[in-house]
């Protein structure tokens, strides 16, 4: 069974850098497709961007400008970096996985992230 | 860009009650790419239904996915006490990749 595991900080400050670890056991993340998903308090959920094979990536549009996601083969990891971050960035945090390139078959249970000063 | 609208932002109806979802695409969908998700307070989403219409693995017979092109629905064709959450579509295609709507909450009446 897969397992995610995000971890990083709580508490961010405005204008730096946000660094988030996805951790995951049962499967290799050189196989399938690794999403970063986020969720404001009590608002919908919006795809950040997808990293897969050969450390391919995709972002979605809002954060290209800022944002970077890599993966670690040796501790099966993957990394986000949010660049440059403001109050709207305050939100949970997801990393999903997809078996295919379709969907989200697995999730992690979330990293809540506070933007403050 | 697909924008993903989904209908009725909330929906109230009782346990062993049917329960129809609708999402409603922009413009046509990739190959039928729709998925659902259920999420419950405090827990991340679980997928349900693929490909418009596939089950994903160990979800329940009751839940159904159907429609094409634009119009894609979810039911849930009898309500036990556990399927009262937030339900949320999500598109998938090669030009904008993934596109979620904003999300059904199915509330208890």
């Known amino acids: 069974q897969v397992q995610l595991q995000e971890s990083g900080p709580g508490l961010a400050t405005p204008s730096e850098t946000l660094s988030l670890i996805c951790s995951v056991s049962g499967a290799s993340i050189s196989d399938f497709h690794w999403s970063w998903i986020r969720q404001p308090a009590g608002k919908g959920l919006e795809w950040i961007g997808r990293i897969y094979g050969s450390a391919i990536t995709n972002y979605n549009a809002p954060f290209r400008s800022r944002v970077t996601m890599s993966l670690d083969a040796s501790r099966n990891q993957i990394s986000l970096n949010l660049y440059s971050l403001t109050g709207a960035d305050t939100a949970l945090y997801f990393c999903a996985m997809g078996k295919t390139k379709t969907k989200f078959d697995s999730w992690g249970q979330g990293i809540l992230v506070t933007v403050s000063s | 860009e697909i924008v993903l609208t989904q209908s009725p932002g909330t929906l109230s109806l009782s346990p062993g009650e049917r329960a129809t979802l609708s999402c409603r695409a922009s413009?046509?969908?990739?190959?039928?790419?729709l998925a659902w998700y259920q999420q419950k307070p405090g827990q991340a989403p679980r997928v349900l239904i693929y490909d418009s219409s596939t089950r994903a693995t160990g979800i329940p017979d009751r839940f159904s996915g159907s429609g094409s092109e634009t119009d894609f629905t979810l039911t849930i064709s009898r309500l036990e006490p556990e399927d009262f959450a937030v339900y949320y579509c999500?598109?998938?295609?090669?030009?904008?990749?993934?596109?979620f709507g904003q999300g059904t909450k199915l509330e208890i009446k």
């Open positions: 413009q046509s969908v990739t190959s039928n790419y």
């Open positions: 999500q598109h998938y295609s090669s030009s904008s990749l993934y596109t």
